[in-house]
């Protein structure tokens, strides 16, 4: 990196997931034949409504700047829908739409976070929240999870990491990469500790067995909720997100949001209000086939002699310790893109405590989920 760059730049690492994807593609360009597993795209069309609302509003000319807090029709679905999922009346004022969940972390964390400050993450953990914090100047503190208590947050070890200088615990419920769906006392006791909960709730509504996800809004009044329309939606790609703040955090996100970003694209608003009102079989056919799925890579990675200590309860993952064929997860998911043509991301993507694991996305169908592990089995040999 020449010198000339911000500092800020050096604190923060690749995004491991998309290095492989982008690797993959140039192995693709080259004519072969990748079998992808490496991201959280969910693999499903959008529900059709949103792309004829898309579609529509940009032949009607919706191409404009909005509101830089959202169109209110969205911000009004927004809060229904989250009303209705959590049983907490929410405010449309309180919402703030984004170009994804991603840019809502940004605007959060660049409103927490000063130069020194810490945020409390429970690990392993998505790859990009340190990078966020780091990349505003503060520091990630790790809790580790324990896959044997199916990766519970221990709000009595939460509450040690707490110095003066904790300014949220963040909490991924259910997680990426883990599929860990935090319990109501879980939730609980994190809002009883002297801190504002960041609460990361893009998996919401892709939950198994009976699992219920508890929003940080059903127990915190000072709670910060990220979610978006890339997961539940499949709509990765049009990059749509929102934060429901506190009341007093609105100003301030909406001027970060007017001079960083000026508003998310018009016509993709539309497409969140028909996924919204029209959307939800579309999560449920997504709901389905994760479920299958989990199922069905989960139990031929461990047949093939991968530990899955338990099946994801939430999310489309499966983190699967791969420490029999190697501890370097880069250096493994480097040789199985190799030799098999079966792209995943390395474990360390995801903290050192996910070293020597490697997360697979339960998005590829059936008899692609068939074919990656035959052509993992064959490959073993040389993986190890
Ligand atoms: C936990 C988590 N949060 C946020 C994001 C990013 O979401 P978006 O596409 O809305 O920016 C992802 C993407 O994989 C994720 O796994």
Redesign the pocket.
């Known amino acids: 990196m020449p010198e000339a760059y911000a500092a800020r730049v050096t604190k923060i690492e690749p995004f491991l997931a998309m290095e492989v994807m982008e690797r993959a593609f140039a192995m693709e360009r080259e004519g072969e034949r990748v079998l992808h597993f490496e991201i ?1 795209e969910p693999g499903f069309p959008p529900p059709q409504a949103a792309v004829r609302a898309c579609e529509e509003a940009l032949n009607r000319g919706a191409t404009h700047y909005t509101d830089s807090r959202g169109l209110d029709a969205l911000r009004r679905a927004i809060a229904r829908d989250k009303s209705r999922r959590t049983g907490v009346e929410v405010d449309p004022g309180r919402v703030l739409v984004t170009n ?4 809502a ?1 940004l605007l959060v964390f660049s409103l927490l976070v000063d130069a020194g400050d810490e945020v409390i993450v429970g690990t392993p953990h ?1 790859p ?1 929240y340190p990078n966020f914090i780091r990349f505003c100047g503060g520091e990630p503190v790790f809790v580790p999870t324990d896959p044997a208590s199916g990766y519970a947050l221990d709000v009595d070890r939460v509450k040690h990491a707490i110095t003066p200088r904790t300014r949220a615990v963040l909490v ?1 419920s259910p ?2 990469p883990t599929g860990a769906v935090q319990e109501p006392e879980v939730m609980k006791g994190l809002a009883e500790l002297d801190v504002p909960i960041l609460s ?1 709730e ?2 919401d509504g892709l939950v198994y067995d009976g699992a219920r996800v508890t929003s940080a809004l059903e127990v915190s009044e000072r709670a910060f909720v ?1 979610d ?4 539940r939606y499949a709509m ?1 790609g049009f ?3 929102y934060v429901i703040a506190p009341e007093a955090a609105m100003r301030p996100l909406q001027i970060m949001q007017q001079n960083l970003f000026i508003s998310a694209n018009e016509f993709v608003q539309y497409a969140g209000i028909a996924a919204l009102e029209q959307g939800g079989e579309t999560v449920e056919t997504l709901r389905r086939a994760f479920d299958g799925r989990r199922r069905r890579l989960g139990e031929g990675l461990r047949s093939l002699g991968f530990g899955v200590p338990s099946l994801p309860r939430g999310a489309f993952y499966v983190f699967a310790d791969a420490r029999f064929l190697s501890r370097d997860s880069r250096a493994l998911a480097n040789r199985l893109l190799e030799t098999a043509q079966v792209a995943v991301t390395p474990g360390i993507d995801f903290g050192t405590a996910g070293e020597g694991w490697l997360r697979f996305s339960c998005t590829a169908a059936d008899a692609t989920i068939d074919e990656a592990l035959e052509r993992i089995g064959r490959a073993l040999p040389e993986l190890s």
């Open positions: 959280g994804g969940t991603s840019s972390m998505y990009c991924c997680a990426n990361d893009i998996y990220l978006g329309f890339s997961k990765t990059r749509l997100g």
